[in-house]
């Protein structure tokens, strides 16, 4: 009896020898395949990338439709990882605008470019909508990074669906009565053309972030352009984009998020901000179109230019554009 329990010791050992050697095989081999994959530059990025960071943003909006006259609340999620803003965008449709409300009071959102809305992550919002037809507005939360050097422009959209104001009177169209009346030649449709031109070139009055017609007297002063894009065409331009050449200290290049369409004969005025003005100034060029995505009927309207002036003076200054 006293001889069983040492020979089974021999056994046991060799058991306990058996799954370490397992285990220790196991992680050998995950080690390895971890680091063939980080040699061939893809495998371990792929597989984790899923898991980083987003780059869309989560805007959360009311499901139900909400009333012409009657604020409502929207919210957004985004974790970025640099400096920057978010601006909203909405399309336009003819006898609708939003506005924002805000402690002050109310500012209307103009449709079809970018309403900076700061680093907030919510707005309160008004619909305002003519007649007693509803309507379903797509809008866009985009995040607009500082760095000079960011070519991504995470955003996130959402549908909101208005509704006339209780009481509202039906928008009616007159009827023929005359059955015989001759039919108006049927006209052919033209295509779109967008043209952009300078309104005014100038800076912000820090106190009231109001725009002045007045050149900056410094490179700590905002400087600002104006800038109207318009479709003078008979079709829809679709969506766009635009760029500004901006005089700042080793030159920078604004490319704007996506703008909403422009119907027929409708416009949009947009303020670029920035700073520092590089010393004496410079030319502030816009090109809307870029990338040619709107089939038109002229491309020579496609660019402005305007020269704002500065004070000379010396020293290297962080850019700031929005």
């Known amino acids: 009896m006293s001889d069983t329990p040492q ?4 056994g046991l050992l060799a058991n306990i020898l058996a799954v370490a050697g397992f285990i220790i095989l196991v992680i050998v081999i995950v080690w390895g395949a971890y680091h063939l994959l980080r040699l061939t530059g893809s495998g371990v990025t792929s597989l984790f990338s899923r898991f980083g960071n987003s780059t869309e943003i989560t805007v959360t909006a009311p499901r139900e439709q909400v009333t012409s006259g009657k604020s409502f609340p929207i919210t957004w ?24 409300t805000s402690a002050s009071g109310s500012t209307a959102i103009p449709c079809g470019s970018a309403f900076t809305v700061g680093t907030s992550t919510s707005l309160t919002m008004i619909p305002m909508l003519s007649g007693a037809s509803a309507l379903e507005i ?6 607009m990074p500082s760095a000079t050097t960011s070519t991504t422009r995470p955003q996130g959209t959402a549908t909101i669906r208005v509704a006339a104001a209780e009481g509202a009177t039906p928008e009616t169209k007159p009827v023929a009565t005359t059955p015989t009346a001759t039919p108006r030649p049927t006209q052919p449709v033209t295509k ?37 894009i318009g479709n003078n065409g008979g079709s829809s331009t679709g969506t766009y984009y635009f760029t500004v050449q901006l005089p700042m200290q ?20 947009n303020t670029l901000r920035f700073k520092p003005v590089q010393s004496g100034g410079g030319n502030i060029i816009v090109n809307v179109d870029t990338t040619y995505a709107v089939n ?19 020293g290297s200054y962080a850019p700031y554009v929005y």
């Open 192 to 228: 779109a053309d967008i043209s952009v031109h300078i309104l005014a070139v100038g800076s912000i009055n820090p106190s009231t972030g109001a725009f002045e017609s007045r050149y900056p007297t410094g490179p700590n002063d905002i400087a600002a352009v104006q800038f109207d």
């Open 77 to 100: 999620k985004f974790s970025p990882k640099e400096a920057g803003s978010y601006a909203l965008l909405y399309q336009c449709k003819s006898g609708f605008r939003f506005d924002a």
């Open 138 to 143: 797509p809008i866009s939360i985009v995040f």
């Open 296 to 314: 038109e009927s002229n491309e020579g309207n496609n660019s402005a230019a305007m020269f704002i002036s500065t004070p000379t003076w010396t």
């Open 250 to 269: 080793d030159g920078y290049t604004y490319s704007s998020p996506i703008q909403m369409n422009l119907a027929p004969g409708s416009h949009v005025v």
């Open 7 to 10: 020979s089974q010791n021999p």
